[in-house]
């Protein structure tokens, strides 16, 4: 049973432009969401979080939506650099402490 | 070295094996955790510690046994390896300071079963 789903394996974007990355979940009692970028062969580093009662969270170039009616949160990177190529996870945290993940989407920013 | 570290990076071992993957964290951070990542399942946890001695299942701890008898270490053991644990294993660790707050991961170690 899958609690948190990035349902699109891959994604292509050019460079400058916008890159959307999106995820879902099943259960309302998480608190937390994180995005964390993996490139090959390194540990998953975090990138960006959003508390459960916000509905927007911004860093620099990445911005994080949350809807909690549709259970669906969103990475968008604005603008795309090349360096922004990897594989991008979603995850939710529950108050037992344990980060429940999703299958990732491999971003590709091509220049 | 500061942070998190697991040896080795790569690891080959035959069916039937014991083998034990060593995690270390600097940080006194009270949590850990194992995570495997497979194409196809992201990544998913074993097996995660609130603090030395509690340790907890996760979503696929069969086949595993972990311990923390100190704080900065957490082995992860295979008692008798099979093919379908060849995968990438990750360690982590997060403070207890709120519920926010990320988990640094480990480098990784590349686990083939033959």
């Known amino acids: 049973d899958q609690q948190v789903k990035q349902n699109s394996p891959s994604l292509s974007v050019q460079e400058g432009r916008i890159s959307i990355l999106n995820c879902d979940y099943t259960n309302s009692m998480f608190d937390y969401f994180l995005w964390y970028k993996k490139y090959p062969a390194e540990g998953p580093t975090f990138l960006i979080s959003?508390?459960?009662?916000?509905d927007k969270n911004e860093d620099g170039r990445f911005t994080v939506f949350l809807n909690k009616s549709a259970k669906h949160l969103s990475l968008h990177i604005v603008p795309s650099q090349p360096g922004d190529s990897a594989v991008y996870f979603c995850?939710?945290?529950?108050?037992?402490?344990?980060?429940?993940f999703g299958t990732g989407t491999r971003l590709k920013v091509l220049a | 070295d500061a942070g998190i570290t697991q040896s080795p990076r790569y690891k080959i071992t035959e069916t039937g094996r014991q083998v034990t993957l060593m995690c270390h964290q600097t940080?006194?951070?009270?949590?850990m955790f194992w995570y495997r990542q497979d194409l196809g399942h992201g990544l998913r946890l074993i097996y995660y510690?609130?603090?030395?001695?509690?340790?907890d299942k996760g979503e696929v701890p069969d086949g595993y046994v972990v311990s923390r008898s100190k704080t900065e270490n957490f082995p992860l053991t295979l008692e008798s390896a099979t093919r379908s644990q060849t995968s990438v294993y990750f360690c982590?660790?997060?403070?207890?300071?709120?519920?926010?707050?990320?988990?640094?991961f480990g480098q990784g170690t590349r686990l083939t079963v033959v």
């Open positions: 959003i508390s459960s009662i916000k």
């Open positions: 995850a939710a945290f529950s108050g037992t402490y344990k980060y429940i």
């Open positions: 982590a660790s997060r403070t207890d300071r709120g519920l926010g707050t990320e988990a640094f």
């Open positions: 510690s609130a603090a030395a001695d509690i340790t």
């Open positions: 940080w006194s951070h009270s949590y």
